[in-house]
């Protein structure tokens, strides 16, 4: 930690806590904008500069309205809320860290008339469970067309519960220059993440009722767990460009793009080991104990797979806005990709008396390469009405046939004394399996399935009234041939459809210096053993909101997380992915921290009481997933500045 962070303090101003985000203040002297992947159109962003709820997003659970995790802060999580959950990518086993990962077209690019410094920390915990996470954003523009930057999250939580622990260390290193003809964006993210795994506790009564157990130990630490000393070791490398190169004209003594010419270099490089040198409990966890398995050994588990993605696009466009007849944007792409898998082989048993033998990564390496024609016309400029409308279409290679169309329109109208906005959106979406649901071998896996495309029709509606602080989304989706895991851990597809329906509201209320923020999610499962969900997912802040001497804004409350008891998908480590299981409920139990959240001019700091609820609802049964709790009762505290010179 001290390592990662020398360096750092050498080149950064002080004073330097924060957490990449600008005060309200500073703002106008700063541009941010996010990018589509395939073409690099910018699209205006804002910083999250808010002091409310800074220290709840620090926190796992505050990475979504409601996710089920494994309880430590860099542990794999999954979105109780089924429309926050993305389609799984071509390497599934970095997904359950979609909160942490870092993506080209969810990365914030900037522009700084000055130096931008900021840096944030947070703790939690002793010395023997201590929660760490550093974060820093350094940036500059040399001259008004260039800027440069970096990006660092270093996280390491040791982690409450026996082989718990979770290491990340994330490095963007990005950059921009923008000029009336040409736009190029740089986006470099070397990353790592390891996770101790347990396979959870081995009797929930450790936490759910205490007196049962024959031991009563002092410590979370010495709770039993079902194994120990395995890990997950998941690397990482995204290298993105961006180059538009724009033709137009002067028009009052202006320049005006009339078309663009487009190229978008993407390459990806992901590998993961699982390793334990728990041998015996592992593989008892697994019941490994007979000749059944096709991938028997007597070797310490030790699975390794890879992917790689080579992926060029070519783009022309025609600009919004050039002339009176030019209301819209409109791009046609191609793309081809070129990605490499590889993982471990099988050598067939030649006898018949023995299983086969695994044998050494990467014996098993596959090719595939796809190629997709697209476009996009969009309407961004508009005050009244804007749209946008996208398809592509997989033309030959591992993709072919797949159809990918979606589009979304947005209108503006006045309403008590200022604007409300409708938005309404569809997608349809017909998908190939991922190469890794269709082939997977490993110690304790190994499956070759030939899934069909997956179709899944989308529908939505969102109404947004700021004046009154409240927000409405409606959705609706049908799903065929929905892939998932099984109860044991291997792919399934279910070929009929199941339906997904889900109504969220965001609404908060203000008296006097009196706030209370809610967010509710209700939805429901066409087939609940198949995609099991909680009926209701809340999230709830109650705070008073006052200042000290006119400089320093405090919030001081009490939020809660709470969902309705539903059989959660379990987690297989031995993969990664989160699993159907049908004897646990989880939830109907409410995470609660009291909290003091302040700001002072560019600082931003909080104490957190986390996890309330165990000292006066009984019995406690803090569960996140199946077997994995959260953290116990205890302090977390946290510290941000920005700094710009």
Same mark, same amino acid.
């Given at each position: ?19 990449? *985000? ?46 089920? +995790? ?7 999580? &999954? ?10 990518? &071509? ?38 469970? *201590? ?162 398995? @096709? ?15 080579? *992926? ?131 110690? +304790? ?143 109907? +139990? ?28 009984? @019995? ?8 994995? @709790? ?16």
């Amino acid at each position: 930690m001290r390592l990662l962070i020398l360096p750092l303090l050498l080149c950064l101003p002080l004073p330097f806590f924060g957490q990449g *985000k600008l005060p309200i203040d500073t703002a106008p002297r700063t541009n941010y904008w996010t990018i589509t992947p395939q073409t690099g159109e910018m699209i205006p962003a804002t910083p999250d500069t808010a002091l409310t709820d800074y220290f709840n997003r620090t926190n796992a659970e505050g990475m979504g309205v409601s996710v089920a +995790y494994l309880g430590n802060l860099g542990s794999p999580m &999954e979105s109780r809320v089924f429309f926050e959950r993305e389609d799984r990518s &071509e390497f599934l086993f970095f997904d359950p860290f979609w909160a942490y990962a870092k993506r080209p077209d969810k990365f914030l690019f900037i522009n700084t008339k000055v130096p931008y410094t900021n840096v944030s920390y947070q703790t939690a915990g002793s010395r023997q469970t *201590k929660e760490e996470r550093f974060r820093a954003l350094l940036t500059l523009n040399a001259g008004k067309k260039l800027n440069v930057g970096i990006h660092v999250n270093y996280l390491y939580a040791r982690g409450f519960y026996n082989s718990q622990s979770a290491k990340h260390t994330d490095w963007v290193f990005f950059g921009n220059y923008l000029s009336d003809r040409h736009r190029l964006h740089l986006f470099i993210n070397p990353a790592s993440y390891t996770n101790a795994e347990n396979g959870g506790l081995d009797n929930d009564n450790w936490i759910s009722h205490p007196e049962q157990m024959d031991s009563r130990p002092t410590q979370t630490m010495e709770y039993g767990t079902r194994f120990g000393n395995a890990w997950n070791y998941n690397k990482g490398l995204r290298a993105f460009l961006n180059y538009r190169y724009n033709l137009g004209f002067e028009r009052d003594s202006a320049f005006v793009p009339v078309s663009s010419l487009i190229y978008t270099f993407d390459y990806t490089k992901k590998s993961r080991r699982f390793y334990a040198s728990d041998t015996a409990n592992v593989n008892a966890f697994y019941n490994y104990a007979d000749y059944l398995h @096709p991938l028997r050994n007597d070797k310490t588990p030790n699975d390794s797979m890879s992917f790689h993605s080579f *992926k060029n696009t070519f783009a022309l466009s025609l600009r919004e806005g050039f002339s009176r007849w030019a209301k819209f944007d409109l791009t046609a792409f191609i793309t081809h990709e070129l990605r490499t898998f590889t993982m471990m082989g099988v050598i067939p048993n030649t006898v018949g008396t023995e299983p086969d033998t695994a044998v050494v990564f990467p014996a098993y390496k596959k090719n595939p390469n796809s190629l997709y024609i697209g476009g996009e016309l969009s309407k961004q400029t508009g005050k009244i009405l804007r749209y946008s409308a996208y398809g592509t279409l997989g033309l030959s290679g591992y993709n072919a046939g797949d159809v990918h169309l979606s589009g979304n329109i947005e209108t503006r109208i006045p309403f008590l004394k200022n604007t409300a906005s409708v938005k309404a959106y569809v997608f349809f979406k017909s998908l190939s399996p991922t190469f890794y649901e269709n082939n997977y071998i490993s110690r +304790y896996f190994k499956w070759n399935n030939d899934f069909a495309k997956v179709n899944r029709t989308h529908t939505g509606g969102e109404l947004d009234i700021p004046h009154t602080q409240t927000k409405l989304c409606v959705d609706v989706e049908n799903i065929k041939n929905y892939i998932y895991f099984d109860k044991d851990g291997y792919p399934k597809q279910y070929v009929d459809n199941i339906q997904v329906f889900a109504a969220a509201l965001q609404q908060n209320f203000r008296l006097g210096a009196l706030n209370w923020n809610n967010r509710i999610v209700y939805q429901k499962s066409g087939k609940q053993d198949i995609i099991p969900l909680p009926d209701a997912c809340v999230y709830s802040s109650l705070y008073l909101q006052f200042k000290i001497a006119k400089v320093l804004t405090v919030q001081m409350g009490v939020n809660a997380h709470y969902w309705t008891a539903y059989k959660s998908p379990a987690y297989e480590p031995a993969t990664g992915q989160f699993k159907l299981q049908d004897e646990t409920e989880v939830g109907n +139990y409410p995470l609660i921290n009291g909290y003091i959240n302040a700001h002072l001019k560019q600082t931003r700091f909080f104490i957190e009481y986390y996890n309330l609820a165990p000292m006066f609802i009984s @019995p406690p049964n803090y569960f996140s997933t199946p077997h994995y @709790p959260v953290n116990p009762t205890g302090i977390r505290m946290g510290l941000s500045v920005d700094w710009m010179n």
